[in-house]
T-cell receptor, first 113, second 109 residues
């Protein structure tokens, strides 16, 4: 089944404790992206990657890191999480070969205490 | 940047009723998608429809790109249709989808 997977789905952590949210897609998509969703602010792009080893900042990159060492994986790293990073996070992927329709993962609900 | 407006913001329907959700956008787009965010927070792809009309079961969508709007039709609504419906667009060489503020739909028995 073609899909985007994220892990973990739910996470409660404390300020300053490094964490990684994994994202993987099995559709051979070259483009991957991270969004966060917050009440009243909608979905905002954090980082994106056009292909392996190519990443760039989105609208709200502060406090986050990403890497794209393999085409299928695009982890989101929070080196020192803070409470304002409490949010619902989505990973997405797409390919220009199929019209750039974006497919989203199931979401990761993160709470930073 | 491009602006995306959705209407109505909230909608309450009785099961079996039909509805039309609207999405207006402020510039030319090369990607327009409709999503349903279910009560568990998952974003479900409904339509990829930068132009034209598509149908999938009880749902259909129409995008008139020249007039910068899209419509999502839900017929014979069911309680499982409840949730938030988002329109999202991509313009020009932008890397991201810009989402509208959503329409919150509640279907009651």
């Amino acid at each position: 089944e073609a899909q985007v997977t994220q892990n973990p789905r739910y996470l409660i952590t404390v300020t300053g404790k490094k964490l990684t949210v994994t994202c993987s897609q099995n559709m051979n998509h070259e483009y991957m992206s991270w969004y966060r969703q917050d009440p009243g602010l909608g979905l905002r792009q954090i980082y994106y990657s056009m292909n392996v080893e190519v990443t760039d900042k989105g609208d709200v990159p502060e406090g986050y890191k990403v890497s794209r060492k393999e085409k299928r994986n695009f982890p989101l790293i929070l080196e020192s999480p803070s409470p304002n990073q409490t949010s619902l996070y989505f990973c997405a992927s797409s390919s220009i070969r199929v019209g750039n329709e974006q497919f989203f993962g199931p979401g990761t609900r993160l709470t930073v205490l | 940047g491009i602006q995306v407006e959705q209407s109505p913001p909230d909608l309450i329907l009785q099961e079996g009723a039909n509805s039309t959700l609207r999405c207006n956008f402020s510039d030319s787009v090369n990607n327009l998608q409709w999503f349903h965010q279910n009560p568990w927070g998952q974003l479900i792809n409904l339509f990829y429809i930068p132009s034209g009309t598509k149908q999938n079961g009880r749902l259909s969508a129409t995008t008139v790109a020249t007039e910068r709007y899209s419509l999502l039709y839900i017929s014979s609504s069911q309680t499982t249709d409840s949730g938030v419906y988002f329109c999202a667009v991509r313009a020009g060489t932008a890397s991201k989808l810009t989402f509208g503020t959503g329409t919150r739909l509640q279907v009651t028995l």
